[in-house]
């Protein structure tokens, strides 16, 4: 899927499919065409993975709090980001989006649980195991600020690791 800009050179593009409905209802409302395609953009999130370390995560419409609560388990906590003050069409289909990628029978939370899990086991199979984190290794870009990478690369990951090695070898 494109991944949404709110740039001003780039609100001509098309708006997505699944989103002509909502589009439709905003012009309804009275919405002017720029902002329609603003708020529906914004709706579709901005195609981007933020990781705070040690445990925040930021990624297109949430925040996730991740939570040990002992060596075995982790609560996660997720909250959706909406439009303060916008559109309730516009922060509904937000919350259905979040709903459809977060949640139970969602599109990421079920893999990502399931990821999770696996690396745990793995981590107790033994000292001379290795835990592959090289999805997007080669697109990676070092930039003035860090490294830029594909949305769905492995390198927040990769810092987390090596963050969490530094802080328990100082």
């Not at 599109?107 to 990821?115: I, L, Q």
Request: hydrophobic share 40%.
């Amino acid at each position: 899927p494109e991944l949404v800009d709110l740039d001003e050179e780039l609100m001509e593009r098309p708006i997505q499919e699944r989103f002509e409905e909502l589009a439709q209802a905003l012009r309804d409302d009275g919405h002017e065409e720029l902002e329609v395609r603003r708020i529906v953009r914004a709706v579709g999130g901005s195609g981007f993975n933020l990781n705070l370390f040690p445990n925040i995560a930021c990624s297109m419409a949430f925040f996730r709090v991740m939570q040990p609560i002992s060596v075995n388990e982790t609560e996660i906590h997720h909250s959706v980001i909406t439009m303060d003050g916008g559109p309730q069409i516009a922060n509904q289909y937000r919350l259905r989006l979040h709903e459809h990628f977060q949640g139970p029978f969602g599109f990421g939370t079920p893999d990502d649980s399931e990821a999770w899990e696996r690396v745990q086991h793995g981590a107790n199979a033994g000292h001379d195991l290795w835990i592959m984190l090289n999805r997007g290794l080669p697109g990676e870009v070092k930039t003035e600020d860090g490294l830029k990478s594909d949305v769905s690369a492995e390198t927040g990951m990769r810092a987390a690791y090596q963050q969490w090695k530094k802080m328990m070898t100082a």
